[in-house]
């Protein structure tokens, strides 16, 4: 996968940015001071493939708990997040790997005291303890002086982007006036949309710092899972993010899942699957096929995508994409972006180009077809 060159931050066992493979963190959802259940739950997590896992910790009680919890199970790597109580990081730095604050909470307490100096007490304490730290804005708890000084700056759809952009980016400054690089930052908001602008943006700004994905509230499978796909597929095809956490409501007991759903994003943009077309910077023509899920409704569809991309090699120079996906219920919306696209029904395959459909043809004839198309693209382009 194409990675932005981003600075590697080690978190325990795990290092990242800097070219390391993508990390899959998640969250254990049990009480803390429900010690054994907590145990098993990060246990459940860390064996899923999670390179991090944060544990809730909000009063003194739970930071006793969070040592019981890590001497339990030293293999795994812990994050807490400081709320709304920076100065929490002194009692949970001895016992994790990571330290998340958001910007947005460092003006509850004590608010004579200038935000600097709170964001050095964490860096200072932090390192101290060989941790790193997260900036984790969210679009939804700016920051109010932020929020005010943006506001009506974004476009309908993004609003809030901006502040958000602009509170992670002061507080990267902050870090590194410091001295502090052992940070990563992350933007998060339940729209995919802002997360995709406000994460592109940032990593304009400041490409070196890495990047932690996430859609809030995305809830419930398979929905939830989508909506978070859509947001990594663009981000991650272009480079950009380090970490992911697809964040789901899910029985405790199956916690386990925003892992595998969180994995099987990265397989799949790997592997060239996606739910959405991303906007392919590289030049060169791309094809792309959706991951397939329950509304397949003609397993040839499989074979359609890997022959689409055989007969298709021809044209690789080409900067064009093509889009196959596997149904008739988001086929014809998820190939809009596309400048030829496919979606399959049981028994005959539609075809458009841009927005124009083409018609309908069976599974053996559609492949000659897009052959015509392609080429008419081809001889067009050449001749723009
Ligand atoms: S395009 Fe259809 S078959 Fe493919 S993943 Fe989306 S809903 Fe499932």
């Known amino acids: 996968m194409k990675r932005a060159e981003t600075r590697a931050v080690k978190a325990g066992s795990v290092t990242i940015g800097g070219g390391a493979p993508v990390v899959v963190q998640s969250m254990a959802a049990t009480k803390t001071q429900n010690v054994e259940a907590t145990i098993d739950q990060v246990r459940m997590i860390h064996e899923a493939g999670a390179?991090?896992?944060r544990v809730a910790v909000d009063s003194r009680k739970d930071v006793e708990c969070l040592g019981q919890v890590r001497e339990a199970v030293p293999e795994a790597n812990f994050v807490v997040d400081l709320q709304e109580s920076y100065r929490l990081v002194t009692q949970v730095a001895p016992h994790v790997d990571k330290v998340?604050?958001?910007?947005?909470?460092?003006?509850h307490h004590e608010k004579d005291k200038p935000v600097q100096e709170k964001v050095a007490f964490i860096a200072e304490t932090a390192g101290a303890h060989d941790c790193?730290?997260?900036?984790?804005?969210?679009?939804?708890s700016v920051?109010?002086?932020?929020?005010?000084?943006?506001?009506?700056?974004?476009e309908p759809g993004l609003e809030g982007v901006t502040a958000m952009v602009?509170?992670?980016l002061e507080h990267a400054q902050m870090l590194d006036d410091i001295g502090f690089t052992r940070y990563v930052v992350s933007m998060k908001d339940s729209d995919p949309r802002k997360v995709i602008a406000g994460n592109k943006r940032f990593a304009e700004a400041r490409p070196e710092i890495p990047l932690h994905l996430g859609v809030t509230e995305a809830g419930m499978p398979p929905e939830g899972v989508i909506k978070t796909r859509i947001a990594f597929e663009q981000?991650?095809?272009q480079g950009v993010g380090d970490t992911i956490r697809v964040s789901l409501t899910l029985p405790?007991?199956?916690k386990w899942r925003e892992v595998e759903a969180g994995k099987s994003i990265l397989d799949d943009i790997e592997a060239?699957?996606?739910?959405?077309?991303?906007e392919f910077l590289d030049g060169g023509l791309n094809i792309i096929s959706c991951p397939s899920c329950s509304r397949v409704e003609n397993e040839a569809f499989i074979e359609l995508a890997q022959d689409v991309k055989e007969m298709t090699t021809y044209a690789k120079e080409h900067d064009i994409t093509i889009a196959v996906m596997g149904c008739r219920v988001n086929g014809p919306g998820e190939t809009d972006d596309a400048d030829l696209g496919l979606w399959c029904a049981p028994t005959f395959v539609n075809l458009k180009r841009g927005e124009e459909e083409l018609g309908a043809y069976p599974y053996d004839e559609v492949l000659g077809r897009l052959k015509v198309e392609l080429d008419a693209l081809i001889a067009e382009k050449a001749g723009a």
């Open 132 to 140: 790193a730290i997260r900036v984790g804005v969210n679009c939804g």
């Open 272 to 278: 060239g699957r996606f739910r959405s077309v991303p």
């Open 143 to 154: 920051d109010p002086a932020m929020d005010e000084k943006f506001e009506g700056a974004d």
């Open 51 to 53: 390179g991090l896992v």
């Open 235 to 237: 981000l991650l095809s």
């Open 100 to 107: 998340r604050y958001n910007p947005g909470h460092l003006y």
């Open 252 to 254: 405790f007991a199956e």
């Open 166 to 168: 602009e509170s992670a």
